[in-house]
T-cell receptor
Framework: ETGVTQSPTHLIKTRGQQVTLRCSSQ?????VSWYQQALGQGPQFIFQ???????GRGNFPPRFSGLQFPNYSSELNVNALELDDSALYLC???????????FGPGTRLTVL | GEDVEQSLFLSVREGDSSVINCTYT??????LYWYKQEPGAGLQLLTY?????DMKQDQRLTVLLNKKDKHLSLRIADTQTGDSAIYFC?????????FGTGTRLTVIP
């Protein structure tokens, strides 16, 4: 059984660009949640996808968007990057919407 | 809204017990979690406790829950240098987790 995987590991972008981060959920899990972790902070909830539909969103602007695919993998897209978007982006999968969440290794995004 | 608070730092000597504390605000949380984060890594699930329990023990880990005071603690027995990391307490929302800012545990050899 494979765990949650994320790609890429690291990414450097410039302000105003767009970025796509990817996540493969753990085998058997149909729910993916995305979190942003700024340096020195706890993770903050961005949104959750359940069976390809958005199932809740945190306090993030619309330029943060996502997708979930039929195999339950997911993408996080961020448009018009700002310096404050620099963070570790964590993906977590769970068997169902309210179940225990298992995290991937994260993608470190740096915006210059 | 939900708010989870933790002390920022804890130092212990190798072999001693560590106790990491957390307070939370949402009394309707079904589960409360402890995650561990090593430098540059994602979050590793350590343990969790159901909200109708007072205590849960899992090998070297003991979780205590005081629902009246909304206080959660994680005790690590016989702390080892490999336990040095940041520990996050999290409470459940409708479909997400609310995390504290994390407690950095340093184990002194």
């Amino acid at each position: 059984e494979t765990g949650v995987t994320q790609s890429p590991t690291h990414l450097i972008k410039t302000r105003g660009q767009q970025v796509t981060l990817r996540c493969s959920s753990q085998s058997g899990h149909n729910t993916v949640s995305w979190y942003q972790q700024a340096l020195g902070q706890g993770p903050q909830f961005i949104f959750q996808y359940y069976r390809e539909e958005e199932n809740g969103r945190g306090n993030f602007p619309p330029r943060f968007s996502g997708l979930q695919f039929p195999n339950y993998s997911s993408e996080l897209n961020v448009n018009a990057l700002e310096l404050d978007d620099s963070a570790l982006y964590l993906c977590a999968s769970s068997f169902q919407r309210s179940d225990t969440q298992y995290f991937g290794p994260g993608t470190r995004l740096t915006v210059l | 809204g939900e708010d989870v608070e933790q002390s920022l730092f804890l130092s212990v000597r190798e072999g001693d017990s560590s106790v990491i504390n957390c307070t939370y605000t949402d009394s309707s949380s079904t589960y409360l979690y402890w995650y561990k984060q090593e430098p540059g890594a994602g979050l590793q699930l350590l343990t969790y406790i159901f909200s109708n329990m007072d205590m849960k023990q899992d090998q070297r880990l003991t979780v205590l829950l005081n629902k009246k005071d909304k206080h959660l603690s994680l005790r690590i027995a016989d702390t080892q240098t490999g336990d040095s990391a940041i520990y996050f307490c999290a409470e459940t929302g409708a479909n997400n987790l609310f995390f504290g800012t994390g407690t950095r545990l340093t184990v002194i050899p």
